[in-house]
């Protein structure tokens, strides 16, 4: 491999690493600034940019306006979305914890994107906004030509990093800036207005954002998904800034840029640059994190815990879930094969939100990589099945304990990092495997030089499962099994310390509970549970392809289980159905399925915002107060034995 | 007989800020200790260097005559050292039964597997610690409460649920840091009473920091001052009460003079 390294791209090489780097700078200016005076980390910020560009795209481009004028709208239009994130989605979260303001910017995200692909179609071809030429000029005394365009992009993201670095340095408004990000209500207190504040920081930075679109654009792939996912390396350079430092941010910046890009001197793998990254996130928030490390954390206020029931009604739950099962046997007994699909697609899927109620639900931790375990499962069944032959039982066991495994080396890292932080790396796992590990030709050696492989439906008892009908059942077996297994967890042991470790692992620590190890046990059960989901999948579909495991469905899973409510296992059937039938829903009425992203994310916001347990919690809830249960304990209050009536001598006057 | 827990010149600096510097005590079997100071002393830095969970201390903690160093807190507790803690760490989503039952948990020989399947055994040992829990909660006269969240009783029965909970590891030594903050007169009392019958029943050494020089000189044997991270005295309630030095500690040199 090394025979082919040519020295001589070095030069130029380095020119595209810089470039790239400013490109990144720019996308983490707005994102520093917004974190840095609201506390907020803006998963929205990409979706911002990159909306902000197509209406660029749509006034220079279709409209036929000068560039100039092109920017200048998106530059309104980014500062117009960050004052409506703001004043209408976050402001009314004031003293709700970190994670559910990212949460809502998830919905943006989602909300954006998808609006975005409806007007501009997600996969045409769109032309770039060209602020300058691209041509350029010889950087003297070398061979290595210096695009204008590059050139520019650097210089903008300079001045605006060290631009508003000045501000907040020098000026009274960067001071009560500055006042705001370290303590609101001290802010408060000496007359500074917080909510202005807020706002402005927001608007700047999403203005700068829509900059930073307008200058990507030329640069990369110009359509809704890649210039929303930027952002993850933004969050890079941020994070060796330490989310606060703009200059740090910059120097970070430059670095991921060119580490991105040297290693194509060496490899012609275009995911090379991705696995960098990756190893780049790792290394940062290890760093980061390292014991004794204080990094610069907003604590809200508000802590938002919800009280665990002791005990549901249980001849109700018994109904409730009778009903539901028989429903759930009979009903698609009547419908076509292809409902019937849908049916046990739904449950499987069940069993990806599952697997966040155990995560998220218990631990606390969010993941955005759950359709990447899944894709462990389905892979290795596919690769086992469909390319070694072997047959399916092994092969999804096989799938099940390999998800178990990266799931626990994911939870390795993931030890140290609780809410926003966990949030990045699990995002730089999706895309590292959607990047690198399931990028067309990783898997080839390992299955005989094929990249997809077709799985039949295997046979259960001497039953096959070849039926529309029978497969379903089948899934709604082991999905039943599953959700049984996971309710068993929740009110045992396991349940309890998991959830006593997501309410204070200092406590939990010191009542004896090895939190280390509990953690990457959650991480293990959840990740078994979606490579479960992955392996089942395959004999459904009957294939197995990598863009059915994308971070996009790892996205609007975790969207779709915070909507339904992940606190509970009940959930995970309501979300797997939401999930599936909801697009179906959607081609039988005038809007389109592709409009589903979008519903989703404008529920998810407005959840978050009312009811932040979940619709489905919220139910149970009313149903608990209208059907209150029965004492826990039968005669668990009767006249406690009091022990507290020992004499104590009389009680001594000291004056210290 | 070593004592039960020994500091030997322990230091510990935060960035610039020593929170503790060569700080030495012996705390004997059956003992009930004070540790006083103002605020910002070193005292709730040194319970944390005992319960291990903040790393990186120089000097030696032995307990029972070995040193803790490389433990990690669950090992810790493990060792039946329990602690409570000054800004209230209670499990607060948890039922309070549930928080009594963590500890039980922790040192349970169920597993994932039995816990997954719900095995008979699980089942019949998670009974036998429920009754376990609920005999100390009956104990703390906390019984009524059973079911409520944690997180929504008043902060005087949430303190005593925090000892409760401290109280099911079965420790050897209890740590607990200012269990008389946020509690009415009344309460104190009652703390103090809970206290004693506490040592008498689980036969536990303590380690106690307040700020209320009543409940401390009432229930201590021996009594340590901090200030500024270094030990400025040591003995028996009634030498602290008469000490210059703490007074000054406390008061600053103007109120002494005065
Ligand atoms: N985790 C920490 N990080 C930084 N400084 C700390 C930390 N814990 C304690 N300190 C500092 O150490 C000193 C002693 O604090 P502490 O032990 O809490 O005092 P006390 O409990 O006696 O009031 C204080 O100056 C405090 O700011
Ligand atoms: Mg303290």
Redesign the interface.
Known sequence: MLASVQWGLLPGFTVIGIALGGIYALAAIGLVLIYRVSGVLNFAQGAVSMFSAFVAYQVSIVMGAPALVGLLAAIGTGGALGYIIERFTIRPLAGRSALNKMVVTIGWLLVLQTAAGLIWKDTAYHAAVRLVRPSGFTFPGTSVVVGWDQLTTVVVALGLAFGTAAVLRWTTFGTSMRAVADDPDAARLWGINVNRVMAVSWIAGSAMGAIAGVLITPSINFDPISLTIVVIDAFTAALIGRLTSLPWTVVGAFFLGLAETYPRIFSSNAGAGHAVTFALVLLTLAILFRPGARLRQRITAGRDYMPVPATGNAPLRRLVVGTALGLGILVPLLLSGYYQYLAADALIVGLIVLSLVVLTGLVGQISFCQYSFAAIGAFTVGSLVGGHHWNFWPALALGVVASIGVGVLVGIPALRLSGLFLGILTIAVALFFDNFLLAPGTWDSFSGGISSWTVGRPSFLGVSLNGGYAFYLFALGVFGVAVLAVWNLSRSKTGRVLRAIRNSEIAAATSGVNVTAWKLVAFGISAGLAGLAGGLLAPLIGSVSAGAYSFQQSLTVVAIAIVVGVRSVAAAAVGGIFLIFGPELLTHTPVSTLWFPLIVGAILIVQVILTPQGVVVDWQERLRKRFPPGPRFPGGSEAPTRVLEIELPEREVVNV | MAPLLEADKVSMSF?GVKALSDVSFDLHRGEILGLIGPNGAGKTTMFNCI?G?V??YKGHIRYDGEDLRNL???H???LKI??T?QNL???????AL?NL???L????P?G?IG????LPM?VFD?RKTQDKA?SIL??L?L??H??T?A??LPVGLQRRLEIG?AL??EPRLLLLDEPGAGLDARET??L???L??VR??FKVTMLVVDHD??LI??ICNRIYVLDYGQMIAEGT?AE??DDPT??RA?LGDAAVAA
């Open positions: 960035g319960t969970v790393p990186g990690k807190p669950h810790r507790a493990r329990a602690r803690f760490e209670l499990f607060d989503e948890l039922s549930d039952l963590l500890p948990d922790a040192f349970a169920r994932v816990d997954l399947l719900r699980t998670e609920r009956h104990f006269d019984g009524d059973a079911d969240p997180g929504d909970r099911a590891l009392a009652e103090a009473r809970l004693a019958t008498e029943r020089m009543a000189m009432r309630p602290i009460r703490v007074a406390y």
